[in-house]
């Protein structure tokens, strides 16, 4: 049951109405039917365009078109399950006492609460979710083989999800304290504590630093060339630039705003980060490592509200090390030895896990017929039929927050999407302004030549197309309205 409360959480909401799941599908599909990746957008621009989450665009199509809109609550559901069971993974490794391991999960699931949406940040969050239990774990225990591991997330990563950056920032971390730590053995002699990256645990500082540091920077190394093993190569690095540096872009999102703290799990992250900041004080110790990786995560967190997972990550795994204390080396180590002793648990849990969400699915009503109806609430889906009724040809013009999910029912090129990196601040404040009715609408190109016209039926537009001769209403509802021109 402690696995499968955050993934019936998302059965029971069941999102279907998030705006930019409904790209990420239309390029999934149209990678699977021309059997490459895009170069230049297909979908209207013909600007240079790189689907950087190529790999989860095409398993959300492929969901799609197997299970409809159940595969995306499915796929939703699955990455909160599989982030539960690797946050209570990562914790437990460092503290032993199983209730507060609980609580600690559920408190991090909680500050994540904004986040349970179809998007492919929840590979980013399993993702450094297992890399700092690997990390973690390498550093309490001096045991270095699970970094083996890391080139081959990062590969998986690096197709996902352009955020495998996060993931190299904190290995470079985690190496450089390594070095760090092997710089100031050379200079001591004999059994001392290591200079707290491993505290209670006395080994061979020299050794240990040698030994740390070298695998580390081979880590890092490797992980970093793994993350070349992409359709675009050495170019996604570009694009990670490209994205970071449109800093304007992030004053007209709101996922990339800052914290609004207006919600519980607003409070649960700066309970979580003040929590790790206190904790790591009352140590006394200088650790390098959690410090900078505390640091990076309040500046993420509370800088974009689509980042808090690195604040409910972050801090869940240094209070479960913190709290764990001198015997936080020992549970990791016993673990590691009982792994055995623990498959026919796991074999248990699995079947039981399936088992009450297919059941929460079954009580809820959770099919494509509920979910049909949910996404005509948020979304212009009868309008779209109506459309593709009426056979009205494109262009479409549209506002930015339904693009998206035009572009995928319509298949025809609409004015905007969700994909703000590609079309600039300037396109979509023009967008803004001409939906409401800003002095200058009627001077907007794309509206002007446009075919189809789909947009909130309350909105100050669709208030002046009535007005227009120009312009006819041929569908209309309580959310959406149809214009198309008069000619």
Known sequence: MLYALPALICVYGACVTDPDVWWHLRSGESMLAQHAVPRVDPFGTGKPWAAYSWLYEVLVAGLFGRFGMAGIVAYTAGMMLAITAALHRLIRGLYADFNAGVLLTFAACLAMGRLDTPRPWLFTILCFTLELDILMRARRTGRMRGLALLPVLFAVWANVHIQFVDGLLVLAMAAGEAMAARWRAAARTGLTECGGMNPGLRIETSEWGTRAGVAMLAALAASIAATMVNPYGAGVYKVAYELASQTQVAELINELKPIPFRSLPDYCVLLLGVSAAALLARSRRLRVFEWGLLAAAFYLSFHSLRDVWVMAVAASGIIAQELGGAAGERVAIQEEEARGSRLIGNVLVVPMTV????????????????????????????????????????????????????????????????????????????????????????????????????????SPLAELLRRDARFRVVYEDALAAVFVPSR
Not at 368 to 385: Q, S, V, Y
């Open 355 to 458: 088992l009450v969400l297919w059941l929460g699915c079954a009580v809820l009503h959770v099919d494509n017929t509920m979910l049909r109806a949910k996404l005509g609430t948020e979304l212009p889906a009868d309008a779209a039929d109506a459309v593709v009724r009426g056979r009205y040809a494109g262009p479409v013009f549209n506002t930015y927050g339904w693009g998206g999910y035009l572009m995928w029912r319509l298949r025809e090129p609409v004015a905007i999407d969700g994909r703000a990196a590609l079309y600039g601040t300037e396109r979509i404040d023009r967008n803004l302004a001409t939906w409401n009715g800003e002095p200058g609408w009627d001077a907007d190109a794309e509206l002007m030549r446009a075919a189809v016209v789909v947009g909130p039926v309350r």
